[in-house]
């Protein structure tokens, strides 16, 4: 296979739901915001359904969860939520669907956890380390205020969890006839649950793979060290091992099939950017982060657009920094500036 595939047409999203396999349905929830879906899935176990992801918490959301599993899963109830990462979109109404239906919620440790954290976002963005981390990569001040004011007052903010049920990495869910085995990425998210069927070539891949868009990988504040990008490549290793045919469930855009070709996209879009980088580097000498995010986004617009994207450059920059094909240096200015290392600056970049 040399190009995706997409077998089946996605339903509306009103609440239609399409079966891509014996018992696993297909759902779209609207977003009111740029990515304008999210799927989730249905899956049919012997007594019930288990529900992969959420959706937003809006009141929007929540209505069609109650008409859909009140009106069109054959009377069967709720069984289990499984959410595969923190994200709003993802988790954001775990809690009420918990509460809602009395059914108990899967999650990994790491992206439970995540989400209580992030459930005092509002305290987190008042931090110093916070604001420091944004300053020493060189945003100007006002940009960075904006980022602040928008992590701050985001109005998908879902209520604090309480209580989950722990999935880890080689864990099989057993769900009507199908065993899932729990495949975990990081990188995007800290723990992130993929739930794969190689019985069937079913993978449940959440946004560790979706086949139009490449998922945010960003350093942030609280782990400023850190090296996702590393941790973002070594889960496209583990899911490229799937099965050629596997019918890829994506959490965003079309169901598709190709995950091996999905994955080297992947990886070729990572080292553009790892090379665009090197090279700008080579030419200029040294930059900050910012100025490096504005070479890779020049196009940037938002508040939620620049700390992704101050992210996502500083990520290339840590893989480069970490690999020892660049250095980083804190000026008395308290601004990091990112330059070649002599060693480096013959040395190819070895992939
Ligand atoms: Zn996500």
């Not at 864990?171 to 990425?185: A, F, S």
């Amino acid at each position: 296979m040399t190009e995706l595939e997409f077998p089946v047409a996605p339903p509306r999203t009103d609440g239609a739901l399409t079966e891509v396999a014996p018992g696993v349905l297909w759902m779209r929830i609207r977003m009111p915001i740029a990515l304008d879906h999210i799927n989730v899935w249905l899956l049919r176990g012997d007594d019930g359904w288990t529900i992969v992801d959420t959706g937003l918490p809006t009141d929007e959301t929540r209505a069609l969860w109650e008409r859909v599993i009140t009106q069109n899963l054959d009377g069967a109830p709720v069984e289990a939520v499984v959410c595969t990462h923190f994200h709003y979109d993802h988790a954001g109404l775990a809690s009420w669907l918990g509460e809602r239906f009395k059914v108990p919620l899967y999650m990994s440790l790491g992206e439970f956890l995540m989400m209580r954290m992030f459930a005092r976002v509002t305290e987190i963005v008042l931090q110093p380390e916070e604001r420091r981390f944004f300053a020493q990569a060189g945003m100007p001040a006002e940009r960075a205020t904006r980022v602040f004011a928008a992590l701050g007052s985001d109005p998908f903010l879902p209520p604090r969890l309480d209580q989950f049920r722990r999935l880890r990495a080689g864990d099989v869910l057993t769900i009507g006839p199908r065993r899932w085995k729990v495949i975990i990425g990081e990188g995007h998210s800290p723990e992130h649950v993929c739930l794969y069927s190689g019985q069937d070539g079913l993978l449940i891949g959440g946004d560790q793979l979706l086949p139009g868009i490449t998922s945010n990988v960003m350093v942030n504040a609280f782990e400023p060290d850190g090296n996702p990008l590393a941790l973002w490549l070594e889960s496209l290793d583990r899911l490229e091992r799937c099965r050629d045919d596997t019918l890829v469930l994506p959490s965003h855009q079309k169901v598709f099939r190709g995950a091996q070709v999905r994955v080297q996209q992947l990886r070729d879009h990572h080292r553009q950017q790892l090379e665009t980088l090197q090279r700008r580097l080579a030419e200029q000498g040294e930059c900050t982060a910012y100025e490096a995010m504005l070479a890779l986004y020049p196009h940037l617009r938002g508040a939620a657009n620049d700390l992704m994207a101050l992210g996502e450059t500083t990520a290339h920059l840590s893989w480069l920094r970490h690999r020892g094909l660049i250095g980083r240096r804190l000026d008395p200015d308290d601004i990091f500036r990112y330059n070649v290392t002599k060693a480096a600056a013959d040395e190819e970049m070895h992939w």
